[in-house]
């Protein structure tokens, strides 16, 4: 499975980015995509999370209200709206799959798949 995330970019506090991520390779379903992302000098953190069939979504309570995850399955993609971006927002955002359940939705160690990361940066 590749994964190849973009969207990133420059953008001012209380803007917008979407993220997409487009998934190739794969010949049978998943269990999760995620979005996790890692700021300068910090861990990687669970960002948002839906379920192969776009039945379930989770989310950070940082980005509860403002982030809005969403895939696409006929074109194999991921897509994640940010709204009402905070300076705290800027970090390296990265997609990921998980073949099977896990720990769980939240958790970094049940994706077995990553993409390489797309910069968001917001400036107050």
């Known amino acids: 499975v590749q994964l190849q995330a973009c969207g990133g970019g420059l953008v001012q506090a209380g803007g917008s980015l979407r993220l997409s991520c487009a998934a190739s390779?794969?010949?049978?379903?998943?269990?999760?995509m995620g979005w996790f992302r890692q700021a300068p000098g910090k861990e990687r953190e669970f960002v948002s999370a839906?379920?192969?069939?776009?039945?379930?979504?989770f989310y950070a309570d940082s980005v509860k209200g403002r982030f809005t995850i969403s895939k696409d399955n006929a074109k194999n993609t991921m897509y994640l709206q940010m709204n009402s971006l905070k300076p705290e927002d800027t970090a390296v955002y990265y997609c990921?799959?998980?073949?099977?359940?896990?720990?769980?939705?939240?958790?970094?160690?049940?994706?077995?798949?990553w993409g390489l990361g797309t910069q968001v940066t917001v400036s107050s």
């Open positions: 990921a799959e998980a073949d099977l359940y896990g720990s769980g939705p939240t958790t970094r160690a049940t994706y077995n798949h």
């Open positions: 390779g794969r010949t049978f379903g998943g269990y999760y």
């Open positions: 839906i379920t192969w069939s776009g039945g379930s979504t």
